[in-house]
């Protein structure tokens, strides 16, 4: 047959996909498969293999639709040999073809494997860029040639100029800053609820696929119902109609705030759509920017939503596969502990990362300022080896892919890569979660104290890190208020600091799970 076989990975679910272009329906066949591989190179959480499948045999069926001849592999067909390249043989095979069309995966452990396919398989195999991200993998790599340090803030200028979001005229960023992040740190004193979130009642086919997460994978964290996800691009959409419309003006000022019982305050919860290619960042970027041009929503409100996707999703991506795969290996604190059990079940006594790991648990979703500065905080001070978080961050989230999940842990909160990314170890003692946070009022542990069983632990995690990396740390300038005020304390508080971080150190519990 002279057709060519069009294969999409699961989170390549988009219609404008560069796999799919100049597609013949007539002769191409287009491959999607559920594969054990995928569902378990780590046990993801029941709700992200749910939404992941629902959602990709949502999109089968609308190529279907659309007149495509669509090879769809399900998890429990008796054929099915679980692997990307040798369902691709199989489909090869089978519909006797020997080009294939692919687009350039979001992971580098598939990249690799790709790279095998055309030589193992005797198939002629063209990997195109994946051209719904807006900075392509060269052009990040040509921005951070020559540059002693990669932060984020001047990349993001420059996505704003070249696709001319957010500017006036001149070429100048609106209201004359290119940042507001300044104004958006308020804590959390609502003056109205917090809008509900979307949710939508499961079909015949999401029914199907939760019946098979529920069968195969009862061993793998986290809870599978209540199921809410939005499964196809119209209901995508809807979620992302919601927020611009209810949630976008309050995004900026509550973007860090944290309260006991919202999980999703005022944040988008488009990241799960974004990254499976249902959303597109351009339209999401440029649905903000006609909110504010509108007069819908601040200013503070739609540049700090901007950046997020714009800036940070995009550079986070750049990062990535600039330095895979040893970005991979890298453990710059040489941190050996191994990662509590109370992360997987949420039984600890402290409140923050009780509510965070339980609300985890539920929705395979956190948002941000839970992820960095609660969960990554405690992480980054109880030195917890980067293999154990990247793993957990996997897992846990619905929306965590590895060109995504490790940037954030091993650059932003574990301070791996020796700063690459983060100018500095993201540390926070208590106090930052009691002003951004209600937690503390729930607590066993006294935020106030700094030391002593009673005493809040972050407190004294906090001054025993920085004790502890000395070496590494003291003279980064951007933590050097830290060392100047730790060189102030007597040697007796030194001592009690130290040995309420050995205590309670010890006492963790770290017996793997599952
Ligand atoms: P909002 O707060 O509404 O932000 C809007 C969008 O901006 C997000 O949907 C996301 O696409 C983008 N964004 C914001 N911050 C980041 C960031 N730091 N990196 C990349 N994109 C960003 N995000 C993931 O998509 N997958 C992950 O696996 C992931 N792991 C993370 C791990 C850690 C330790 C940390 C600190 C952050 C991680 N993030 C990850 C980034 C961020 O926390 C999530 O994108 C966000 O919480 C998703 O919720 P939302 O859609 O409501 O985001
Ligand atoms: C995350 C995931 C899961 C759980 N299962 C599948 C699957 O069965 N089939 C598939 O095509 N994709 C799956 N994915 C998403 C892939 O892991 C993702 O496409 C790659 O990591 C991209 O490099
Ligand atoms: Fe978390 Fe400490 Fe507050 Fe308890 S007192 S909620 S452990 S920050």
Sequence with gaps: MAGVLRLILGDQLSHDISSLEGINPNEDVILMCEVWDEATYVKHHKKKIAFLFSAMRHFAAELAARGYNVRYIKLDDPQNTHAFKTELARACAHHHISRVTVTYPGEYRVWQDMTTWAQDLNLNIDIRDDTRFLCRIDEFAAWAKDRKSLRMEFFYREMRRKYNILLTPQGDPEGGEWNYDSENRKFPALKEPIPAPDSFVPDMMTREVLDLVAQKFSDHFGD?????????????????????????????????????????????????????????????????????????????????????????????????????????????????????????T??????????????????????????????????????????????????????????????????????????????????????????????????????????????????????????????????????????????????????DIRESARTFLESLNVDAWP
């Design 224 to 344: 599978l119902e209540p199921f809410y996800f939005a499964v196809t691009r119209d209901q995508a959409l809807q979620v992302l109609d919601h927020f611009i419309t209810r949630r976008l003006k309050n995004f900026g000022d509550f973007q860090d705030a944290m309260l006991t019982g919202e999980p999703w305050m005022y944040h988008s919860h488009i990241s799960f759509y974004l990254n499976c290619g249902l959303l597109s960042p351009l339209e999401v970027i440029q649905k903000a920017e006609q909110a504010y041009r509108q007069g819908a929503v601040p200013l503070n409100a739609a540049e700090g939503f901007i950046r997020q996707v714009l800036g940070w999703r995009e550079y986070i991506r750049g990062i990535y596969w600039l330095y895979m795969p040893e970005y991979k290996t890298e453990n710059y604190l040489e941190a050996t502990r191994k990662i509590p059990s109370f992360f997987w």
């Design 346 to 495: 949420g039984d600890t006594k402290m409140n923050c990362l009780k509510q965070c790991i339980t609300e985890t648990k539920q929705n395979a979703y956190a948002h941000h300022i839970q992820r960095l500065m609660v969960l990554g905080n405690f992480l980054l001070l109880a030195g917890v080896h980067p293999d154990e978080v990247n793993e957990w961050y996997l897992i846990v989230y619905a929306d965590a892919y590895e060109w995504v999940e490790l940037p954030n842990v091993s650059g932003m909160i574990l301070f791996a890569d020796g700063g690459k990314l983060a100018s500095k170890p993201y540390a926070a003692g208590g106090a930052y979660i009691n002003k951004m946070s209600d937690y503390c009022r729930g607590c066993q542990y006294h935020v106030d104290e700094k030391t002593g069983a009673k005493a809040c632990p972050f407190n004294y995690l906090y001054w025993d890190f920085f004790i502890r990396h000395r070496e590494k740390l003291s003279n980064n300038p951007r933590v050097g208020m830290s060392y100047r005020t730790l060189d102030k304390m007597g040697a007796e508080k030194v001592h």
